[in-house]
């Protein structure tokens, strides 16, 4: 198969590529992701392996193409598992709607948008670095200081389409770079690179082999790293379907609370009817937010 032959990676309906698309226009770092109307395009590494890939959205075949560079193929395997992912290609939409369907909170949120899907970043690390980067600034913010952090810190990614020429920076150059001027607090840079330096040594690892509670825990120990950015990693970096960030602002505040919101105990104890899909149910309490 050769590098300009697209693959289908196909998917049970409903699925809904306009999610993705406003989740990207939102967040896309200039650089390294580069979005079209039907389309997204990113540098990666995997494996070892620097490249770059991109999807069309194909609404009329349950697919989307996948075209990638040539160094893609030694990974090929691995590159199609974290697309699938980060699209969320394998879920079952009829089963998590079935669990849904006698939520009289849920519900009409389902029927309303019954394409949503968990979005899900593409490298762990990076999603890793997005969120700590996050706590408390606004999503324009966050792709700001995560544009220059590619800037300062990422390798160029040489006969890559442009656009999405630079890869982003290694936990080993985050840990020891001068961020000065990045236009974080101190302390959050602090956090930032004490974590980098943790995944860079080996001492953490991101990953939710022993499920996303062991991970939540692990990160919840190290300082600067609280539940909300702990349960957001575990459920934007890995796509764990019963991941809950219950203390997000966006959960707490969605229209379907009515215009006092609800406070992240109730939201938990409320969270629990819908496991094992709480990350499902969360993408729609955003989806209500947002004003779908």
Not at 94 to 101: C, K, Y
Not at 145 to 165: H, K, Q, T
């Amino acid at each position: 198969m050769n590098a300009n032959e697209p693959i289908l990676l196909t998917y049970r309906a409903p699925w809904n590529w306009q999610q993705f698309h406003d989740h990207f226009q939102l967040r896309a770092i200039a650089g390294q992701e580069r979005l079209e109307a039907q389309g997204y395009w990113r540098s990666f590494r995997l494996d070892g392996i620097s490249g770059w890939f991109g999807v069309r959205a194909l609404p009329d075949q349950q697919a989307l193409a996948l075209h990638h560079g040539p160094s893609a193929k030694a990974c090929l395997p691995a590159l199609i598992r974290r697309v699938r992912r980060m699209f969320d290609l394998d879920a079952d939409p009829a089963g998590i709607a079935a669990h849904f369907a006698e939520d009289q909170l849920l519900a009409p949120l389902l029927a309303r948008n019954p394409g949503l899907r968990l979005l899900t970043a593409f490298d762990p690390f990076e999603q890793a670095v997005r969120a700590i980067v996050g706590q408390q600034v606004t999503v324009k913010a966050a792709v700001t200081i995560s544009g220059r952090l590619l800037n300062r810190l990422g390798e160029p990614l040489l006969d890559a389409p442009a656009g999405i020429d630079r890869l982003f920076p290694t936990p080993a150059a985050i840990a020891a770079a001068n961020l000065d001027g990045i236009g974080m607090p101190g302390k959050r840079v602090q956090t930032l690179q004490h974590f980098a330096a943790l995944v860079a040594d080996g001492t953490l690892r991101l990953d939710i082999t022993q499920g996303s509670a062991d991970l939540i825990e692990r990160l919840c120990a190290l300082p600067g790293i609280g539940p909300w950015t702990a349960e957001y990693i575990a459920l934007r970096a890995f796509g764990d379907a019963d991941a809950f960030p219950a203390s997000d602002l966006g959960l707490l505040k969605a229209p379907i609370w009515g215009a006092g919101g609800i406070n992240a105990r109730q939201l938990q104890a409320q969270a629990e009817a819908w496991r094992p899909w709480r990350a499902y149910a969360a993408a729609h309490l955003w989806h209500n937010y947002s004003g779908g």
